[in-house]
């Protein structure tokens, strides 16, 4: 197959979101912080191979192998990365299972040689939505909202101060929210644009 003739079909964000919440039904349920390494090693019999240094190596923290069965890793990351790099490879997998099959890379150097050639219209579409999934598989809405209705105290106290200022609360408030989910601030602050969330709306 000619890395040209590779095509990632479009998925809007309701899909990915669909997918990575019925994902999340069948293998998790509705604990936070979801445990996506648990998730990896017990519902979808994946290997998790840490590699120190791949990020400077390869230029990526993570990568599917081509037989499916591995997750590499770069252990050297902060932990708030790694857990979301190894949601992003599992977007991958339930995603983009027949390409990466396809691709068959067999190392990170190899990996790293694939990702070049391929077309960055089309890897950069992969990339996305391998990324939207990871975001909401780690942060699902629905456990957000009820997160930002513990803090309605705190966010009544901001509005004195911010107004109407939905951005500027929401960097008040994910710093706090993130260490609840297990994900980096700015993965938090995305989740909340993403989905349309307005923290106002729960006070």
Same mark, same amino acid.
């Given at each position: 197959m000619e890395l040209s003739d590779l095509t990632i079909p479009y998925l809007s964000d309701e899909v990915i979101?669909?997918?990575?919440d019925n994902f999340l039904i069948k293998n998790w349920g509705d604990k936070i912080p979801v445990d996506i390494e648990l998730i990896v090693e017990r519902e979808l019999k994946l290997d998790l191979i840490p590699? @120190?240094?791949?990020? !400077?190596?390869?230029?990526?923290e993570a990568f599917l192998s081509g037989d499916l069965s591995e997750i590499i890793f770069d252990n050297e990351r902060p932990e708030v990365r790694i857990r979301f790099s190894i949601a992003h490879e599992v977007g991958h997998f339930v995603l983009h299972k027949e390409q990466i099959n396809i691709l068959r890379a #067999?190392?990170?150097?190899?990996? #790293?040689?694939?990702?070049?050639n391929i077309p960055? @219209?089309?890897w950069g579409r992969a990339e996305?939505?391998?990324?939207?999934?990871?975001? !909401?598989l780690l942060v699902p809405k629905q456990a957000l909202i009820e997160s930002i209705k513990k803090r309605?105290?705190?966010i009544k106290q901001a509005k004195a101060i911010l107004n109407d200022d939905s951005d500027s609360l929401i960097e008040y408030l994910a710093p706090s929210i993130s260490k609840e989910f297990c994900v980096a601030?700015?993965?938090?602050?995305i989740r909340f644009h993403k989905e349309d969330i307005n923290p106002f709306d729960y006070f």
């Amino acid at each position: 197959m000619e890395l040209s003739d590779l095509t990632i079909p479009y998925l809007s964000d309701e899909v990915i979101h669909q997918k990575a919440d019925n994902f999340l039904i069948k293998n998790w349920g509705d604990k936070i912080p979801v445990d996506i390494e648990l998730i990896v090693e017990r519902e979808l019999k994946l290997d998790l191979i840490p590699l @120190p240094g791949l990020k !400077r190596i390869a230029g990526t923290e993570a990568f599917l192998s081509g037989d499916l069965s591995e997750i590499i890793f770069d252990n050297e990351r902060p932990e708030v990365r790694i857990r979301f790099s190894i949601a992003h490879e599992v977007g991958h997998f339930v995603l983009h299972k027949e390409q990466i099959n396809i691709l068959r890379a #067999k190392s990170y150097e190899n990996w #790293k040689e694939i990702i070049k050639n391929i077309p960055g @219209p089309i890897w950069g579409r992969a990339e996305y939505q391998a990324s939207e999934f990871a975001g !909401r598989l780690l942060v699902p809405k629905q456990a957000l909202i009820e997160s930002i209705k513990k803090r309605k105290s705190l966010i009544k106290q901001a509005k004195a101060i911010l107004n109407d200022d939905s951005d500027s609360l929401i960097e008040y408030l994910a710093p706090s929210i993130s260490k609840e989910f297990c994900v980096a601030d700015k993965t938090m602050s995305i989740r909340f644009h993403k989905e349309d969330i307005n923290p106002f709306d729960y006070f």
